[in-house]
């Protein structure tokens, strides 16, 4: 007899690779997002821009997880150091992981009935905070 199948595809998907387990976490989703600072700097004459300035690179990691354990960023504090964090594990557009400084930000747990308590929080790379 055949074992049960976690999972049945029908049809074609693109060669993607969800999330990468972080500890006692069960992620639900991530969303990284690169950002810098713009500034632009218009004409007098034609009151239109005419030079832009990007500044300030970061890269930030939004997790929303169910909790699953009780060590990790289950217990870390706000404005901490992170170390290691398995979704950047060498580079991503470009910011490497070995540069600057991670740090955690904007915890936020929910506690539901009947249900995980599940928790939101930033992990945000400075590539230039030595």
């Known amino acids: 007899m055949p074992a049960v199948a976690a999972l049945i595809d029908h049809g074609t998907f693109p060669a993607t690779s969800g999330p990468a387990a972080e500890a006692n976490l069960l992620i639900q989703s991530?969303?990284?997002?690169?950002?810098?600072?713009?500034?632009?700097?218009?004409?007098?004459?034609?009151?239109?821009?005419?030079?832009?300035r990007y500044s300030d690179p970061t890269l930030e990691f939004d997790v929303d997880a169910f909790i699953n354990g009780t060590t990790?960023?289950?217990?870390q504090h706000p404005g901490s150091a992170v170390t290691t964090l398995a979704n950047f594990a060498d580079t991503y557009r470009t910011f490497d992981k070995d540069d600057g400084v991670m740090v955690f930000e904007d915890p936020v747990d929910d506690y539901p009935l009947d249900d995980l308590i599940k928790t939101t929080f930033k992990v945000v790379h400075y590539p230039f905070v030595a």
Not at 72 to 75: A, I, Q, S
């Open 30 to 52: 991530l969303k990284v997002s690169a950002k810098r600072e713009k500034k632009g700097y218009k004409s007098a004459s034609t009151k239109a821009t005419t030079r832009l």
């Open 72 to 75: 990790g960023f289950v217990t």
